[in-house]
């Protein structure tokens, strides 16, 4: 079992910045992917970032590359998602998530998700 909390969520105008972190606790991390996702109201929930716990490969998409930036810290089993240059489409519930493997951007292949923290981005 592999546990996820969230933090960091909050309001922030257009053009500001926030840092998500995600603390994981359970079984050995060193075999997981760590992804974010969000996800906005009534739409479906979003790939926004993944990261291998044992590794430097970086995953992002699109509509955040150049502005989100994901990290980790083993000592400290938290991975980041350090968000720049906001914009109102941002706003949405962010979830931190894992799964064993390799990285995919579909929300259904993993396993493990956090509580959600909310982002909103006021214009």
């Known amino acids: 079992q592999v546990r996820l909390v969230e933090s960091g969520g909050g309001l922030v105008q257009a053009g500001g910045s926030l840092r998500l972190s995600c603390v994981a606790s359970?079984?050995?991390?060193?075999?997981?992917?760590m992804g974010w996702f969000r996800q906005a109201p009534g739409k479906e929930r979003e790939f926004v970032a993944a990261?291998?716990?044992?590794?430097?490969?970086?995953y992002y998409v699109d509509s955040v590359k150049g502005r989100f930036t994901i990290s980790r810290d083993n000592a400290k089993n938290t991975v980041y998602l350090q968000m720049n240059s906001l914009k109102p489409e941002d706003t949405a519930v962010y979830y931190c998530?894992?799964?064993?493997?390799?990285?995919?951007?579909?929300?259904?292949?993993?396993?493990?998700w956090g509580q959600g923290t909310q982002v909103t981005v006021s214009s």
């Open positions: 990261i291998k716990w044992s590794g430097t490969s970086l």
């Open positions: 998530a894992a799964k064993m493997g390799q990285v995919v951007v579909t929300h259904t292949s993993y396993g493990y």
């Open positions: 359970g079984r050995p991390l060193s075999s997981y992917v």
